[in-house]
């Protein structure tokens, strides 16, 4: 066999050639490697703000159909209303106001939302209604922010202040609806929030849940937000109430601030998902 | 080896770099497509709340649709595209029932919610009314939506039902008697229903002979079902509503009467008893309310004015009944006057009075851009004596510049001024005149008449009668100050009218629930329930 034969047709890589070729294959590896990474990390993000946005849109839903059903059915639907109810015993089957208050609920002085109300506020509301439409049912429907959880619980309507109700239930009445909720975040983790979504709370406050909104009595049928309303509205009783009172609140605008459950796994920065819903009361007083 | 070989296995290993580059591509697609997942699967979560969102909307317009056609003022009012499609006499329900829909099919898509099997079929309906919607044949008429008139799509919704409500139907004990809930009554609406101490209590009735002021409830239901399969199903209760004057007395004087002067002849009349008088009749009304004092007013002293007021040999010519501000029994009757709440204070028919004049058949009124036009906003209360108005140009203002069936064709006319309908001129319908009103012996009118003025005790409304003649009044008339002189601010209580008629009169002022209704035309449908189906 001939030596100048074999070098000439079978020929090994310099090892500069198989350095040059290995550098290029790591680096295009490389490059692809990062580039899955990057995406795999954006996947992680995505989908966590993906859950959020689930748990938030169902949980919104809910509350915005709660708000459009409110006041179901009004008591101008009987002619003759039944009596009032004892504690224990089944309730009216008719609602006295979309929204109950705190304090002094359904003696017809209703206190002023953004003022004496104690509920609702723009964290806790409780709606009443009748929400599978059978008749004689009507329930209370409290939505509260504690911290960061949005609790949701329902109870049958009784002839009593609401809050006492609540509070006199059993642990588990009310359930926790919604996690994370950051609508009533402190001042340094809005500060953090506003650093990544720059329009998100508004003049670096907490953002209320509840934006409650009012007939105006100054331009019919134009709706104010309630602390804004002034003058008194007349019920079809022929009774007058403030205008800034729970009874009168037409339109609720709910949003929700979710973060997501870690933070986003390539900008080490909070992920956050708002949602806005709009709901309407029909039902007449 | 020869050099053959060689090149064989050259042109072999040729092919690794195609396949390394289908490998790369493979990885780099692997990726992006993973990456296009991702922001797809939120695009279709963000639809879907949209579509919740969308098929509510969709739903809710249909209720309108259906709310708004059954207004006869409405452009595409139901009976003017289909005539009688809701029958004066209402829709009425199971064992003969009366259901109406609306349909709003997509183009090809064929929606028919009385044919089971159809994907849109009306599945509550039988929930409701204990019958199959299958079952209703020519009982269900349809009429096509005018949503999507002039070529673009409108909302989703595919059907609106309207039809009668009942107890069971609308799942409310609305009388709060022992269950089971009734299944056979209609349900109505009586705005002038009173609670068990008396007080107004406007609300659904069941009653199976329901009183005049009573209007039918109607249920209007409409199913909306997006492209995506998204449902909703909403439901209205409505009832027509107008302006709440039902009076129960011809001639009704509230706060101070200064002066009051009756007609002076024989035939002068104050009827209260409902439907004296030989009136017109108004088609399918029977009037039938109790009626009331043939005069009232607020309290006794203002009886004892009015008393003394009429010519002591025409008492009997005073009639009615509940006359308890009488002073003996051979005088007239004067009772006390129970007030709409849409009456009851000056500021509460401050308020009637706007919705009135908005609502305006004819308006004449001086702050109006063009004088003689239907629907005026911010009208002024006049003080007497201001702008005068006559007959002719209530006239010269409707359509066409005539008033056809004056007598029985009622209109709501407001005049921000003097009116003076002397002559032989008759009319229907809501007559407001804030100032005086003048009229003679010979005038006639069928419905309600509001007097409304600025005064004070020295300074009143005045309703003046000129002569005699045989015009006659069938409905009910109110005479009331509401406003101080000269600064036009509201008073707080009613202020000082004055009722004077000089010489015979005509005929008189006849009590006539039927012309009272019948004045009141719907100025919309009220919705009284809202409540969402769960599908």
Not at chain 1, 217 to 237: E, R, Y
Not at chain 1, 270 to 279: D, H, Q
Not at chain 2, 170 to 188: G, I
Request: one cysteine or more; hydrophobic letters at 35%; aromatic letters at 8%.
């Amino acid at each position: 066999m001939n030596t100048a034969q074999k070098s000439d047709g079978h020929r090994g890589f310099t090892l500069i050639e198989v350095m040059a070729a290995v550098a290029i294959f790591v680096i295009v590896c490389g490059a692809m490697f990062s580039l899955l990474n990057t995406s795999q990390k954006r996947y992680q993000g995505e989908s966590q703000v993906l859950n959020s946005f689930q748990d938030e849109r169902l949980a919104l839903d809910q509350v915005v159909r709660d708000a459009n059903d409110a006041g179901y059915p009004p008591s101008g639907n009987f002619s003759a209303l039944p009596g009032l109810c004892v504690l224990g015993a089944p309730c009216p089957s008719y609602v006295d106001s979309p929204i109950a208050w705190n304090p002094s609920y359904t003696t017809l002085a209703p206190c002023t939302i953004g003022g004496t109300c104690v509920t609702p506020t723009g964290f806790d509301v409780i709606f009443e209604e009748n929400p599978t439409a059978v008749a004689g049912n009507i329930e209370w429907i409290r939505y509260q922010l504690v911290g960061t959880t949005l609790w949701r619980g329902s109870i049958a309507k009784q002839n009593a202040d609401p809050l006492g109700i609540f509070a006199g239930l059993p642990v588990g009445a009310m359930v926790p609806y919604l996690t994370n909720v950051m609508n009533n975040a402190s001042a340094a983790q809005i500060a953090k929030f506003q650093a990544s979504y720059p329009s998100m709370f508004p003049g670096g406050n907490p953002q209320p849940v509840f934006q409650y909104y009012c007939s105006n009595p100054a331009a019919p049928p134009a709706t104010i937000l309630c602390q804004n309303a002034v003058g008194n509205v007349t019920l079809a009783n022929g009774t007058a109430v403030p205008a800034s009172s729970p009874i009168n609140v037409v339109d609720v605008e709910i949003t929700l601030i979710v973060q997501t459950t870690q933070l986003d796994p390539q900008t080490k920065a909070p992920l956050l998902v708002e949602l806005n819903g709009f709901g309407h009361r029909v039902n007449p007083n | 080896m020869n050099p053959h070989t060689h090149q064989l296995r050259k042109s072999r290993e040729a092919g690794v770099a195609l396949l390394i580059a289908i490998f790369m591509l493979l990885l780099v697609s692997a990726v992006a497509i993973s990456l296009m997942m991702s922001s797809s699967t939120e695009s279709s979560l963000a639809s879907n709340y949209r579509s919740s969102t969308s098929a509510y909307y969709a739903a809710l317009a249909g209720l309108e649709e259906g709310r708004g056609r059954l207004l006869s003022t409405n452009p595409n009012y139901f009976n003017n595209t289909v005539a009688n499609f809701i029958p004066a006499a209402g829709l009425p329900i199971p064992p003969n029932p009366q259901v109406r829909y609306i349909l709003n099919p997509l183009a090809g898509e064929v929606v028919a919610p009385t044919t089971a099997g159809n994907q849109y079929y009306d599945n509550e309906y039988a929930n409701e009314f204990g019958v199959q919607a299958s079952t209703l044949g020519a009982a269900a008429q349809t009429i096509a939506s005018v949503s999507n008139t002039g070529g673009s799509q409108g909302p989703m919704y595919k059907w609106v039902r309207i039809s009668g409500a009942s107890e069971q139907s609308v799942n409310l004990d609305v009388d709060n008697r022992a269950l089971p809930l009734d299944n056979t009554t209609s349900l109505f609406y009586d705005p002038a229903h009173l609670n068990l101490a008396g007080a107004s209590d406007p609300s659904l009735i069941v009653n199976a002979a329901p009183p005049s002021t009573a209007k039918q409830a109607y249920e209007v239901a409409a199913l909306a079902v997006l492209p995506n399969g998204t449902k909703k199903l909403l439901e209205y209760v409505v009832a027509p509503a107008s302006f709440n004057l039902n009076l129960d007395s011809p001639l009704t004087i509230p706060g101070t009467v200064g002066s009051f002067s009756g007609g002076s002849s024989a035939n002068y009349t104050i009827d209260g008893h409902d439907g004296g008088g030989n009136p017109p009749a108004v088609p399918g009304c029977n009037p039938n309310s109790q009626g009331g004092p043939a005069v009232a007013v607020s309290n006794q002293s203002s009886g004892n004015t009015v008393e003394g007021g009429i010519p002591s040999n025409r008492v009997t010519n005073y009639t009615g009944t509940n006359c308890s501000y009488d002073g003996s029994s051979t005088s007239g009757c004067v009772g006390s006057a129970t007030l709409p709440n849409s009456m009851g204070s000056p500021a509460a028919l401050q308020q009637t009075l706007q919705t009135i004049a908005a609502n305006s058949n004819v308006c004449l009124a001086s702050s109006q851009a063009n004088a003689n036009s239907a629907g005026c906003t911010n009208p002024t209360i006049s003080a007497p004596g201001g702008t005068g108005y006559s007959f002719s140009q209530i006239t010269g203002a409707m359509p066409g510049g005539s008033w056809p069936n004056a007598a029985t064709n009622p209109q709501v006319v407001y005049v921000d001024g003097d009116l003076d309908i002397s002559g032989n001129n008759p009319g229907s319908g809501i007559l407001v005149v804030t100032g005086n009103l003048t009229y003679d012996g010979n005038s006639n009118w069928n419905g309600i008449i509001l007097v409304i003025g600025e005064g004070t005790t020295t300074f009143n409304t005045n309703f003046n009668v000129n002569g005699g003649g045989n015009g006659q009044f069938n409905g009910a008339i109110f005479v009331a100050t509401i406003t101080h002189n000269g600064n036009g601010n509201i008073l707080p209580t009613f202020g000082t009218s004055d009722f004077n008629v000089n010489g015979g009169g005509g005929s008189g002022i006849f009590y006539n629930s039927c012309w009272i209704n019948n004045a009141q035309k719907p100025i919309t449908y009220q919705v009284l329930s809202f409540k969402e189906i769960s599908q």
